[in-house]
Structures are given as C-alpha cells and as structure tokens.
C-alpha cells in the first residue's frame, strides 16, 4: 500500500485534480530515486533525466487504473524498468550493423565483470589447474541448494549479506550461517585450501 | 600465494555462467515484483531465485525495487532543484498543460465599432472562408500524392501457423531499385486489443535491426505499416521477422503475432 502522503496525492489526481500541484510533489518525491535507478545502470546525466521524465509521464498517464492497494514504488519500479529496456533496445535497433546490445553490457551496482588475472600455465600446471577447477566444481554442487546459492551470490556478484538475504527472501542471520557453513564444508572437501576472505568472515552488513 | 580462492571464484563463475546461458531472458519487472511480494507459486519463485542468483542484472533490478521505498536511495547523485524543475517542464510538455495560471482581467464596456470597420471585418471573414477553402483544396492534392505510388509495393502478412500464405512466400517480395517504401499489412490473429503497439524487425539471426512505435489498428484491425527506403536498405538480404507487440498501460510488451517478411533481389 503506497504511504500516506503518496496516497494523498495519488487520490487526488484520480479525482481529477490539477497535476501542477499534485503530479508536482510526486516529481520531487521520487525524481532523485529514478534518476540514481537509471544512473546506476550506466546512463549519461541526459540520458537519466529524459527517462526520468518519460517515467512520470507513464506514471500519470496510467494513474486512472493505478489500484491504490498495490504498492505505488511496485507501480514506479515497473514503468522505469520497462522504459529503461525499451531505450536499451531502441539503441540496438539503432545500431544498423545488426550487432546485438545485450542487456548485461550497461552494468550498474554490479560494475564489469570480474577478471580472473592471467596467466599462461605451463602445460602440466595446466593439466593441474583443470583438474583443481572439477573439484572446486564439484565440491560447490554438492552443497545444499540454499548454501550454494548464498555462495554463489556472495563470490559471484560480491554482494552484501543483506542484499543477498533480500534476493533469497532470508534474514542476513540465515545467509551468514549458510556462508559459514560452505566454509566448512569446503574446507573438509578441499582440504582446508581456499581463503576464509572470501566469503566475508570480516564484512560488515 | 592460496591457489584455491581463484579455483573458487572461477568455479562459481563457470557455474553462474551455465545457469545464466540455461536462461536466454531477462526476467519481467512484473516477475521480480511478484517475487519479491511472495506472490508467486513454488515452482514459479524458485524459478526466479535461480536466474536472480545467475544474472547480475535481474539481481540488481530486485535490489533497486527495494530502493525506490528508501527516501536515502540515490541521496549522493548530482540532483538539484533545476533538475527537478527541468523534469517537470519536460513533464508538464508531455502532459500538454502549458498554461500559465491567467490573471483576471476584467471585461472592457462594450462599444460598438464604426460602420467601416465592420465592413472590413466582413470583408475579411469573406477572404478567410475562400483561402480555408483553397487550403482544402490543396491539402487534398497532398494527401494524393502521398499516397501509396500506383506500382508501390505493399504485401500482405499473416502470422505463422494461421494456415494463410502471406505474400512474398517462396522467392521473395521483389523490390524494385526506385522504390521509395515498402508497405506491409500485418493481419494478427490475436483479439486482444492495448493502447499502443510497437512492431520490430529481426534478421535471420534473431537480432533486432529496425522498430517503429505508436502503431494503431485501423477499423479492420490490420495494421499498415511503411518501411522508408533508408531501413529497406537495413532489411534487405534474406528472411526478416517482424515481430508486432501490444504495449500495456506500464509500457510492458505483449507479443501479438510474428511475421515474415522475405525480400528478393533488388
């Protein structure tokens, strides 16, 4: 359910009210929300008030069949992501080559992907470091479903406990004593060789 | 030097990397509400906790949902009160209010003008009306002569699988070298009618090479779109899908009918 003052607003346009005023405070409301929502996803300064305004401008031209038991952010989230994509493939279709944008090249929180440094094994260490990856591979599987997930998503995508715990609808309690139970159980199968940093035995939520 | 935490991060990678390639789309705004609010079956939310945990993207999109109820979100980005003005204007255009509040200015006392000058007003009424009608005249010229040339190319399409043959199956819809545009008719099988439609084009490869928005049916639910010269040149070569879509009130994408579109030497 929106909050109050949204609520207010939100009622008073679906009467009919004036947008200067009402439409107005909704702006002010939510205008730096939407703009950091399209600067974290790689847009220029232009770029983000533009979709910005092409948000609100759904938003108002949907407040008819907006129901006000639905969460108003839910409503915002939805039009902005859909304005966000839509730009994404208008800017594919603009580049007439024909060459695919995909939608992970505009990364945002998450930042590029991440590197494994280089190296040019010799052809036995090459033969080694396959061999440690089936392993390492394996060992992951076998963890339960929920600890592989937290795993996965705490060395994959670097995130917080609380973010992780908001993805697995968990409490960052339950995320942490999955993480430290990977840990273990990692070590026992990998014989104690990978680092406790890793997963974050010192991050704060 | 611990070996076994690259080990580690490339395991997961090489995992992410699976799941993520298992799952060719990115999950709807809808889906990831949905999720979020526990409003999804079983078998649905552990369907979306998977590509969430695969897709950086999508695991962004849920966490940004969460921030947009956070009054903090964004507190460090370069937003001023001009931007919120500039917005707003940008949204008042787009709203088409762009009065003013209007002062009250009062009536003046009615006078009655002189003769001359009423005879100079009904004179220019008289010019007015013949000038109107001349407009008229010549916007009808226009109007036939932007219409489709006689030997214009507009082919007929029905969606695959509806059991009719569109036009330009086989060797393909020639076009001629002097073609200014192409024109498709598009018959979609589906009922279901939306505020706004967009159509896109696809090669052989899937990738999208065209699109035009602001599409709307005519009163035989057909929709007649024209392909310019500059995107023909785009199009040509091979097979192309055109894909229409509906596009709901929250700007959501509907598929509505695929199309293909085959074009012959030019």
Redesign the interface.
């Known amino acids: 359910m929106a909050d109050e003052p949204v609520q207010q607003i939100l009622e008073a346009l679906q009467a009919g009210a004036s947008p200067d005023e009402s439409f107005r405070r909704l702006c002010d409301l939510y205008g730096r929300r939407l703009y950091h929502f399209f600067s974290k996803r790689g847009f220029s300064r232009e770029d983000c008030l533009d979709l910005t305004q092409e948000t609100f401008l759904g938003i108002y031209r949907g407040i008819g069949s907006f129901r006000r038991d639905a969460g108003f952010e839910t409503w915002l989230f939805k039009v902005a992501t859909n304005a966000y994509r839509k730009r994404l493939r208008f800017r594919a279709a603009d580049k007439r080559a024909g060459e695919e944008v995909p939608l992970e090249a505009e990364e945002g929180e998450a930042g590029p992907p991440r590197e494994l440094p280089a190296t040019t094994p010799q052809p036995g260490e090459e033969v080694l470091q396959k061999e440690r990856s089936r392993v390492v591979r394996e060992a992951i599987e076998k963890l339960p479903e929920q600890m592989r997930k937290c795993l996965l998503l705490r060395v994959y995508q670097d995130l917080k406990y609380r973010e992780i715990a908001a993805l697995l609808r968990l409490s960052p309690e339950t995320v942490k004593v999955h993480l430290f139970q990977a840990r273990r159980k990692l070590q026992q199968e990998l014989g104690g060789y990978f680092a406790d940093s890793l997963l974050g035995a010192d991050e704060a939520t | 030097m611990?070996?076994?935490?690259?080990?580690?991060?490339?395991?997961?990678?090489?995992?992410?990397g699976e799941a993520r390639r298992s799952a060719d789309v990115?999950l709807e705004?809808?889906e990831?509400?949905d999720y979020?609010?526990?409003r999804l079956s079983p078998a649905d939310a552990e369907r979306v906790?998977?590509h969430?945990?695969?897709c950086?993207?999508c695991?962004?999109?849920?966490?940004?949902?969460?921030?947009?109820?956070?009054?903090a979100?964004?507190?460090a980005?370069?937003?001023s009160a001009a931007?919120?003005d500039?917005?707003?204007e940008?949204?008042?255009s787009?709203?088409g209010?762009k009065k003013a509040a209007a002062s009250v200015i009062p009536f003046p006392a009615r006078v009655r003008p002189p003769r001359w000058l009423q005879a100079l007003a009904a004179a220019l009424l008289i010019a007015v009306l013949g000038l109107s009608t001349r407009v008229a005249s010549l916007r009808h010229t226009v109007h036939e002569l932007s219409r489709p040339e006689v030997n214009a190319i507009v082919l007929d399409l029905y969606p695959e699988g509806s059991g009719r043959r569109s036009e330009g199956e086989g060797e393909g819809a020639e076009v001629r070298g002097g073609a200014r545009f192409l024109t498709v008719s598009l018959h979609p099988a589906a009922a279901e009618s939306y505020p706004d439609y967009e159509i896109?084009a696809a090669?052989a490869?899937g990738?999208?090479?065209?699109?035009e928005s602001g599409l709307r049916p005519d009163d035989l639910g057909l929709f007649l779109v024209t392909v310019p010269r500059s995107a023909l040149s785009?199009l040509a070569g091979g097979d192309v899908r055109l894909r229409l879509f509906g596009l709901d009130?929250?700007?959501?994408?509907h598929p509505v009918g695929e199309f293909t579109l085959r074009l012959g030497d030019r």
């Open positions: 611990n070996d076994w935490t690259d080990d580690l991060r490339q395991g997961v990678e090489e995992l992410a990115h705004p809808e990831i509400a979020r609010d526990g906790q998977s969430l945990v695969a950086r993207e695991a962004a999109l849920l966490l940004d949902l969460e921030g947009l109820a956070d009054p979100f964004g507190a980005e370069p937003w931007d919120a500039a917005v707003w940008g949204v008042r787009g709203l209010d896109e090669g490869d990738r999208p090479i065209w699109q785009v009130a929250a700007g959501g994408r």
